[in-house]
Protein backbone atom coordinates (compact mmCIF):
# COMPACT_ATOMS: atom_id res chain seq x y z
CA UNK A 1 0.00 0.00 0.00
CA UNK A 2 3.20 2.62 0.21
CA UNK A 3 5.14 3.11 -2.96
CA UNK A 4 8.10 2.01 -3.11
CA UNK A 5 9.87 5.50 -4.22
CA UNK A 6 7.69 7.06 -1.33
CA UNK A 7 10.12 9.30 1.52
CA UNK A 8 9.01 8.32 5.17
CA UNK A 9 10.81 9.28 7.78
CA UNK A 10 11.67 6.77 10.73
CA UNK A 11 10.03 9.21 13.23
CA UNK A 12 6.90 9.01 11.05
CA UNK A 13 4.00 6.95 12.72
CA UNK A 14 1.93 5.17 10.05
CA UNK A 15 -1.41 2.99 11.22
CA UNK A 16 -3.12 0.35 8.93
CA UNK A 17 -4.16 0.01 5.69
CA UNK A 18 -2.91 3.53 4.60
CA UNK A 19 -1.89 3.43 1.41
CA UNK A 20 0.28 6.45 0.23
CA UNK A 21 2.04 7.16 -3.43
CA UNK A 22 5.27 7.67 -5.05
CA UNK A 23 6.93 10.90 -4.56
CA UNK A 24 5.30 11.76 -1.73
CA UNK A 25 6.88 13.02 1.18
CA UNK A 26 6.29 12.50 4.76
CA UNK A 27 8.61 14.17 7.53
CA UNK A 28 9.38 13.43 11.08
CA UNK A 29 7.19 13.73 13.75
CA UNK A 30 3.81 13.15 11.78
CA UNK A 31 1.24 10.37 12.85
CA UNK A 32 -1.34 9.23 10.33
CA UNK A 33 -4.17 7.12 11.23
CA UNK A 34 -5.99 4.29 9.94
CA UNK A 35 -7.34 3.52 6.56
CA UNK A 36 -5.82 7.10 5.23
CA UNK A 37 -5.33 7.74 1.42
CA UNK A 38 -2.56 9.69 0.20
CA UNK A 39 -1.67 10.59 -3.05
CA UNK A 40 1.35 10.72 -4.86
CA UNK A 41 3.68 14.22 -4.80
CA UNK A 42 1.92 15.21 -1.22
CA UNK A 43 3.92 16.49 1.52
CA UNK A 44 3.26 16.43 4.99
CA UNK A 45 5.30 17.69 7.72
CA UNK A 46 5.00 17.57 11.59
CA UNK A 47 4.59 17.78 14.45
CA UNK A 48 0.79 16.56 12.64
CA UNK A 49 -1.30 14.66 13.96
CA UNK A 50 -3.66 13.01 11.15
CA UNK A 51 -6.42 10.85 11.62
CA UNK A 52 -8.31 8.06 10.07
CA UNK A 53 -10.18 7.88 7.25
CA UNK A 54 -8.98 10.95 5.41
CA UNK A 55 -8.09 11.51 1.65
CA UNK A 56 -5.60 13.37 0.56
CA UNK A 57 -4.85 14.62 -3.03
CA UNK A 58 -2.14 14.79 -5.19
CA UNK A 59 -0.21 18.19 -4.58
CA UNK A 60 -0.96 19.14 -0.89
CA UNK A 61 1.05 20.29 1.09
CA UNK A 62 0.45 19.66 4.43
CA UNK A 63 2.09 20.86 8.06
CA UNK A 64 4.23 23.15 6.87
CA UNK A 65 5.86 26.14 8.68
CA UNK A 66 3.87 29.13 8.05
CA UNK A 67 5.11 32.10 6.16
CA UNK A 68 4.04 34.94 8.83
CA UNK A 69 6.86 36.85 9.26
CA UNK A 70 6.40 36.22 13.70
CA UNK A 71 7.10 32.45 12.86
CA UNK A 72 11.00 31.92 14.27
CA UNK A 73 10.41 28.00 13.59
CA UNK A 74 8.97 27.27 17.11
CA UNK A 75 7.68 23.65 17.51
CA UNK A 76 3.77 23.38 16.70
CA UNK A 77 1.30 21.79 15.25
CA UNK A 78 -1.53 20.73 12.90
CA UNK A 79 -4.53 18.21 14.23
CA UNK A 80 -6.50 16.71 11.75
CA UNK A 81 -9.50 14.45 12.59
CA UNK A 82 -11.23 12.17 10.66
CA UNK A 83 -13.15 11.36 7.35
CA UNK A 84 -11.60 14.74 6.47
CA UNK A 85 -11.31 14.35 2.01
CA UNK A 86 -8.57 17.28 1.12
CA UNK A 87 -8.26 17.67 -2.51
CA UNK A 88 -5.79 19.20 -5.22
CA UNK A 89 -3.32 21.72 -4.15
CA UNK A 90 -4.48 22.23 -0.58
CA UNK A 91 -2.09 24.29 1.89
CA UNK A 92 -2.50 23.87 5.57
CA UNK A 93 0.13 25.26 8.10
CA UNK A 94 1.12 24.61 11.52
CA UNK A 95 0.24 27.37 14.60
CA UNK A 96 2.10 29.65 15.82
CA UNK A 97 3.38 30.06 19.62
CA UNK A 98 1.93 33.60 19.54
CA UNK A 99 -1.81 32.26 19.58
CA UNK A 100 -2.65 28.35 20.99
CA UNK A 101 0.44 27.07 18.99
CA UNK A 102 -1.52 24.65 16.62
CA UNK A 103 -3.96 24.85 13.90
CA UNK A 104 -7.23 22.33 14.07
CA UNK A 105 -9.14 20.95 11.39
CA UNK A 106 -12.03 18.48 12.67
CA UNK A 107 -13.94 15.80 10.87
CA UNK A 108 -16.03 15.20 7.58
CA UNK A 109 -14.55 18.51 6.50
CA UNK A 110 -14.24 19.00 2.41
CA UNK A 111 -11.12 21.14 1.00
CA UNK A 112 -11.38 21.38 -2.16
CA UNK A 113 -8.11 22.85 -4.71
CA UNK A 114 -6.00 25.24 -3.98
CA UNK A 115 -7.69 25.98 -0.48
CA UNK A 116 -5.42 27.61 2.00
CA UNK A 117 -6.09 27.02 5.81
CA UNK A 118 -3.84 29.65 7.29
CA UNK A 119 -1.91 28.83 10.62
CA UNK A 120 -3.52 28.97 14.32
CA UNK A 121 -7.38 28.25 12.24
CA UNK A 122 -9.77 26.23 13.75
CA UNK A 123 -12.03 24.46 11.46
CA UNK A 124 -15.19 22.69 13.07
CA UNK A 125 -17.14 19.52 11.67
CA UNK A 126 -18.67 19.59 7.69
CA UNK A 127 -16.97 22.28 6.72
CA UNK A 128 -16.59 22.93 2.82
CA UNK A 129 -14.17 25.05 1.22
CA UNK A 130 -14.46 25.38 -2.64
CA UNK A 131 -11.71 25.73 -4.95
CA UNK A 132 -9.13 29.17 -3.84
CA UNK A 133 -11.00 30.05 -0.90
CA UNK A 134 -8.57 31.11 2.12
CA UNK A 135 -8.31 31.52 5.30
CA UNK A 136 -6.08 33.81 7.02
CA UNK A 137 -4.33 33.20 10.40
CA UNK A 138 -6.32 32.60 13.22
CA UNK A 139 -9.67 32.18 11.78
CA UNK A 140 -12.32 29.67 13.32
CA UNK A 141 -15.17 28.59 10.99
CA UNK A 142 -17.82 26.92 12.56
CA UNK A 143 -19.26 23.41 11.91
CA UNK A 144 -21.78 23.21 8.52
CA UNK A 145 -20.09 26.33 7.19
CA UNK A 146 -19.80 26.97 3.46
CA UNK A 147 -17.07 29.27 1.84
CA UNK A 148 -17.83 29.93 -1.86
CA UNK A 149 -15.26 29.54 -4.01
CA UNK A 150 -12.35 32.59 -3.99
CA UNK A 151 -13.71 33.41 -0.72
CA UNK A 152 -11.49 35.20 1.43
CA UNK A 153 -11.54 35.57 5.11
CA UNK A 154 -9.14 38.15 7.58
CA UNK A 155 -7.27 36.91 10.16
CA UNK A 156 -9.14 37.02 13.17
CA UNK A 157 -12.56 36.95 12.45
CA UNK A 158 -14.89 33.97 13.00
CA UNK A 159 -17.65 32.04 10.59
CA UNK A 160 -20.51 31.18 12.14
CA UNK A 161 -22.00 27.76 12.12
CA UNK A 162 -24.19 26.99 8.62
CA UNK A 163 -23.49 29.85 7.07
CA UNK A 164 -22.50 30.74 3.78
CA UNK A 165 -20.08 32.90 2.35
CA UNK A 166 -20.68 34.21 -1.56
CA UNK A 167 -18.11 33.62 -4.48
CA UNK A 168 -15.54 35.95 -4.07
CA UNK A 169 -16.94 37.83 -1.17
CA UNK A 170 -14.14 39.01 1.60
CA UNK A 171 -14.87 39.25 5.07
CA UNK A 172 -12.83 41.29 7.67
CA UNK A 173 -15.89 40.88 10.02
CA UNK A 174 -17.32 37.75 11.63
CA UNK A 175 -20.38 36.68 9.77
CA UNK A 176 -22.67 35.30 12.56
CA UNK A 177 -24.40 31.75 12.26
CA UNK A 178 -27.21 30.88 10.14
CA UNK A 179 -26.12 34.01 7.98
CA UNK A 180 -25.19 34.11 4.18
CA UNK A 181 -23.12 36.61 3.28
CA UNK A 182 -21.89 38.36 -0.04
CA UNK A 183 -20.06 40.81 -1.72
CA UNK A 184 -16.15 42.78 -1.08
CA UNK A 185 -16.58 43.45 1.77
CA UNK A 186 -18.78 41.19 2.66
CA UNK A 187 -22.71 42.03 3.81
CA UNK A 188 -25.79 39.69 4.91
CA UNK A 189 -28.12 39.18 2.60
CA UNK A 190 -30.28 36.89 4.19
CA UNK A 191 -30.31 33.68 6.62
CA UNK A 192 -29.02 30.18 4.89
CA UNK A 193 -32.49 29.28 4.24
CA UNK A 194 -31.74 26.34 1.99
CA UNK A 195 -28.11 25.02 4.17
CA UNK A 196 -30.94 24.60 7.03
CA UNK A 197 -33.56 22.49 4.99
CA UNK A 198 -30.74 20.16 3.72
CA UNK A 199 -29.24 19.59 7.59
CA UNK A 200 -32.76 18.95 8.64
CA UNK A 201 -34.11 21.74 10.43
CA UNK A 202 -38.06 21.96 10.64
CA UNK A 203 -39.97 24.51 9.11
CA UNK A 204 -40.60 26.36 12.61
CA UNK A 205 -36.93 26.41 13.57
CA UNK A 206 -36.01 28.06 10.34
CA UNK A 207 -38.94 30.55 10.44
CA UNK A 208 -37.23 31.39 13.89
CA UNK A 209 -33.94 31.56 12.02
CA UNK A 210 -35.85 34.22 10.09
CA UNK A 211 -37.37 36.67 12.93
CA UNK A 212 -33.73 36.72 15.10
CA UNK A 213 -32.66 37.24 11.45
CA UNK A 214 -34.74 40.26 10.75
CA UNK A 215 -34.29 41.81 14.48
CA UNK A 216 -30.44 41.71 13.74
CA UNK A 217 -29.99 43.29 10.30
CA UNK A 218 -34.06 44.65 9.81
CA UNK A 219 -35.20 46.49 13.06
CA UNK A 220 -32.57 49.41 12.97
CA UNK A 221 -31.69 47.97 16.64
CA UNK A 222 -27.95 48.27 18.10
CA UNK A 223 -26.08 45.15 18.16
CA UNK A 224 -26.44 44.40 21.69
CA UNK A 225 -30.33 45.49 21.45
CA UNK A 226 -30.89 43.33 19.10
CA UNK A 227 -28.66 40.15 20.80
CA UNK A 228 -31.03 41.08 23.85
CA UNK A 229 -34.39 40.43 21.83
CA UNK A 230 -32.81 37.65 19.59
CA UNK A 231 -32.79 36.39 23.69
CA UNK A 232 -36.08 36.30 24.33
CA UNK A 233 -37.23 34.46 21.27
CA UNK A 234 -36.91 31.03 23.38
CA UNK A 235 -33.97 28.58 23.82
CA UNK A 236 -34.07 26.55 20.37
CA UNK A 237 -31.01 25.43 19.41
CA UNK A 238 -31.34 27.83 16.13
CA UNK A 239 -31.43 30.61 18.84
CA UNK A 240 -28.77 29.69 21.06
CA UNK A 241 -26.00 28.94 18.31
CA UNK A 242 -26.71 32.22 17.08
CA UNK A 243 -26.99 34.66 20.13
CA UNK A 244 -23.82 32.46 21.02
CA UNK A 245 -22.06 33.22 17.62
CA UNK A 246 -23.17 37.29 18.31
CA UNK A 247 -21.79 36.97 22.22
CA UNK A 248 -18.79 35.52 21.37
CA UNK A 249 -17.40 38.09 18.27
CA UNK A 250 -14.48 39.91 18.82
CA UNK A 251 -14.47 41.76 15.77
CA UNK A 252 -17.51 43.19 15.46
CA UNK A 253 -20.49 41.14 12.36
CA UNK A 254 -20.96 41.95 9.24
CA UNK A 255 -23.84 44.89 9.00
Known amino acids: MIDSQAIIDPSATIGENVSIGPWTVIGPDVVIGDN ?55 TIHRGTVQDKGETVIGNHNLLMAYAHVGHDSVIGDHVIMVNNSSLAGHVNVGDWAILSGYALIHQYVSVGAHSFVGPAAFSYHDVPAFVTAFGSPAEPRTI ?59 RGIIR
Open 36 to 90: CQIASHVVIRGPSTIGANNKIYQFSTIGDDTPDLKYKGELTKLIIGDDNVIREGV
Open 192 to 250: NKEGLKRRGFSTDQISLANKAYKLLYRRGLSLDEAIEAIAELGDDTVITVLHDSLKSST
